[in-house]
């Protein structure tokens, strides 16, 4: 770098913390990591292909996952740029698998025909079959190359990869993450899939719900955990053999799919989450299937993949994901929740809205354009306290109202504060992308949090009162804004941001 004011900005990226981290990010072009979305197709008023390619399109969505390979929905989604992958269902394992032209003309009918008008990424061949009909297992492998061949004959083999999806249940002793293994009975079969991956540089397909392991671990694994919550460090769950802090549930899971990957010597397969979601309804028997439960879970998910944070192990690589999944499968047959895993319902109407539009034009026929953002419930006051420092003093929002005499300083509490204080900065930054996040201590809301005359930034709502003149700009109290004192346990990872506030807090003192 010749030009000392862009050495100096590049050095300002450094330092600047996790809310304006998307400022830093680098083009990374095709391997940016997504979100797309399963489609089913088990509930009784089916779109017509035609109406769900437009339904995708409406909704910005650009990957999906099919469970078969759906001839009319294929040719439906021509050049719509939504990129597809296609199953081999189960049952046609054993003709692939036997025949070397059978995988031909598999690949002819269902690939080659479409191939490139329709985008398809990657088959995916079979579903769970190692878990769930493990007296299957020795016919993956040779499904698998049978159809490689078919592929490399119709020259596609670079454009088109082939994996298989598997259930979590492989992975055996999965927490800590660092002593996981695969299940040592299939371990061999296992063991052919990632060399086989390993040389087509494809990615290992995992079906991963939070969700399960939270209801199968009762009380061990914490809500908070399983949904992306923001956590105070001692919630943290620890790997005591690296060292590693994990604050969700997910990132556990692909790191312990990474260790029993690295137990069976194999490093260089990435890992892609073809299944993950949370149910919006359940019997007595799962409470937890809500739908604020599940708007939480997608919603901080969708942030998570798109803040490209990576995993602890692996903080360079973010898997991308499949949501589970775009529509309820009302046909579906119990326990209810089997049912009730959708974004939309079978009529295309929204289940919920998810909390993410700042974070891109994903899912983005919202009924609103008129977003805000807001301390998350529940957050722990220390880490709100530290958001809020960071907002008005090196994020530069504007807290005069917040002040005491502004109109927003009541209620006196450091959540009232810190959602004015991160919606000022949300709305300064034009709702850039990672602007509404805080570590999660921030989410996004379509609902106007002004009250009374407190009028929040972005709000189209004016104020009956002519703003008092700001008294004091240095109160202290509850929830004030403290430009010193930042807790740096609540922030132990963010070393950088400590230090950035140090510099510019000590710059704002020495101007003010
Ligand atoms: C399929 O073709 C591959 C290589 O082209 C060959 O090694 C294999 O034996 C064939 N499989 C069958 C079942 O014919
Ligand atoms: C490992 O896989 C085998 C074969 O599917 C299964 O019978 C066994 O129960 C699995 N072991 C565990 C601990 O899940
Ligand atoms: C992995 O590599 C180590 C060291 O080279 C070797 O001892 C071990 O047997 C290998 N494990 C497998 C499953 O190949
Ligand atoms: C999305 O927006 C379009 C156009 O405003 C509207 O016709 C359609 O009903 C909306 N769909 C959903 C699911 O809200
Ligand atoms: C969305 O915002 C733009 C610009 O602020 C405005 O012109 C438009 O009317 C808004 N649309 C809706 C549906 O509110
Ligand atoms: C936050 O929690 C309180 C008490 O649990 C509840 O009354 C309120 O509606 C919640 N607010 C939001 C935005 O969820
Ligand atoms: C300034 O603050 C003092 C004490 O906090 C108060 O008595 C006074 O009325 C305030 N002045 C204005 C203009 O708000």
Redesign the pocket.
């Known amino acids: 770098m010749e030009n000392p004011k862009l050495m100096v900005l590049f050095f300002l990226l450094i330092l600047l913390p996790s809310p304006l981290s998307t400022v830093v990010k680098v083009e990374q072009g095709k391997d940016e990591p997504y979100v797309g979305v399963n489609v089913g197709t088990d509930f009784s008023d089916v779109l017509s292909p035609e109406e769900l390619a437009s339904f995708l399109q409406l909704q910005k969505i650009t990957h999906v996952r099919l469970y078969d390979a759906d001839d009319k929905i294929l040719k439906a989604l021509a050049k719509t740029h939504i990129r597809v992958i296609i199953s081999v269902p189960n049952n046609q394992l054993i003709a692939i698998g036997s025949s070397n032209a059978t995988a031909a003309a598999w690949i002819g009918r269902n690939v080659a025909a479409y191939y490139p008008e329709t985008l398809i990424t990657a088959l995916a061949v079979g579903d769970e079959i190692l878990s769930t009909i493990p007296s299957s297992a020795p016919l993956l492998m040779p499904a698998i190359e049978s159809l490689y061949s078919a592929l490399v004959a119709a020259n596609l083999h670079t454009q088109i990869k082939i994996s298989s999806p598997n259930s979590f249940s492989i992975v055996l002793d999965s927490f800590p993450p660092s002593q996981a293994h695969f299940n040592q009975t299939l371990s061999p079969v296992i063991s052919q899939l990632l060399k086989f991956l390993s040389r087509t540089q494809s990615p290992l397909m995992m079906n991963l719900y939070p969700y399960y392991v939270f209801m199968q671990n009762n009380g061990v694994v914490p809500l908070d955990n399983s949904l992306f919550k923001p956590l105070t460090p001692t919630k943290e769950m620890v790997d005591s053999n690296t060292l590693l802090h994990y604050t969700n549930v997910l990132d556990a899971m692909i790191d312990s799919v990474y260790f029993s990957m690295k137990n069976l010597n194999v490093t260089d397969v990435g890992v892609l989450v073809t299944e993950t979601g949370w149910p919006t309804k359940g019997d007595s028997k799962e409470p937890y299937a809500t739908i604020d439960n599940s708007n939480t879970y997608n919603s901080n998910l969708i942030k998570h993949i798109l803040d490209r944070s990576g995993t602890p192990l692996h903080p360079e690589l973010t898997s991308s994901v499949y949501l589970y999944e775009l529509f309820n499968e009302d046909l579906r047959s119990p326990p209810i929740s089997e049912a009730h895993w959708g974004l939309f319902y079978g009529n295309s109407t929204p289940v919920y809205l998810l909390h993410v539009l700042g974070s891109g034009s994903f899912l983005a026929n919202d009924t609103t354009n008129q977003t805000y953002c807001i301390a998350t419930n529940g957050t722990d006051t220390k880490m709100l306290q530290t958001a809020l420092d960071w907002a008005c003093g090196p994020g530069r929002a504007n807290c005069e109202e917040i002040q005491?005499?502004g109109n927003c300083y009541q209620p006196n509490n450091v959540n009232n504060h810190a959602s004015y204080a991160f919606d000022s900065y949300y709305q300064k930054e034009k709702k850039a992308p990672g602007s509404c996040d805080f570590k999660g201590a921030a989410m996004i809301t379509t609902t106007d949090p002004s009250h009374g005359n407190c009028i929040f930034p972005g709000s189209k709502k004016v104020s009956k009162k002519t703003r008092?003149?700001v008294?004091?700009t240095r109160a202290s109290g509850a929830g004030t804004v403290r430009f010193f004192g930042i807790p740096i346990s609540s922030f132990n990872k963010d070393i950088h941001m400590v230090f950035y506030c140090v510099v510019f807090c000590w710059f704002s003192l020495f101007l003010s």
Do not use: P
Request: charged fraction near 0%.
């Open positions: 005491a005499g008092q003149v008294n004091s």
